[in-house]
């Protein structure tokens, strides 16, 4: 490098480009339809983890493989109840981004308090947002602390 000032424009860049690519990439523009089939049984949700995107109509379709289990959506407050062998299904659009819990809604059993699931809407841009941004603090902690060598000779005309 010529000049520190050189250094602290691409560190400034690096710094813009950690805190609008997530913006940019922001997955409302998908809107996609996301469909997911969850078979509830043995006090278990199969998946037990539903990712998605924050503007996607989800569509769940829960199978119950035992008893009646009902899937309740924290935050949304959507349910569905599912027989054994008659799958319902359950649509919304996911626009409360977060981690939401899924909890099965009707008293199957001993461990039916037990019966959890997860509701992921978003990406997890903050984790990358803050790595990337630890990541600059620290080379620009290295930039401050060690100043790039002053050329000895002043040219003179
Ligand atoms: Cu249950």
């Given at each position: 490098m010529k000049h520190p000032a050189v250094s602290w424009l691409?560190?400034?860049?690096?710094?813009?480009?950690v805190v609008f690519v997530p913006i940019l990439h922001k997955p409302e523009i998908l809107n996609k339809e996301r469909s997911f089939r969850v078979e509830a049984g043995d006090f278990a949700y199969t998946p037990a983890v539903l990712k998605v995107n924050p503007g996607d109509r989800v569509t769940i379709e829960l199978i119950s493989t035992d008893v009646v289990h009902g899937l309740y959506v924290d935050g949304y407050d959507l349910s569905v109840?599912?027989?054994?062998?008659?799958?319902?299904?359950?649509?919304?659009?996911?626009?409360?981004?977060?981690?939401?819990?899924?909890?099965?809604?009707?008293?199957?059993?001993?461990?039916?308090?037990?019966?959890?699931?997860?509701?992921?809407?978003?990406?997890?841009?903050?984790?990358?947002?803050?790595?990337g941004m630890t990541f600059l603090a620290l080379i620009g902690t290295l930039l401050i602390r060690k100043p790039f060598p002053v050329p000895e000779k002043q040219t003179s005309s």
């Open positions: 691409i560190l400034g860049a690096a710094v813009l480009l109840t599912a027989d054994p062998g008659q799958p319902a299904t359950l649509t919304f659009v996911a626009d409360q981004s977060g981690v939401f819990r899924l909890r099965c809604s009707v008293a199957c059993g001993a461990l039916h308090p037990f019966m959890l699931g997860k509701l992921q809407v978003g990406r997890n841009m903050l984790i990358w947002q803050g790595i």
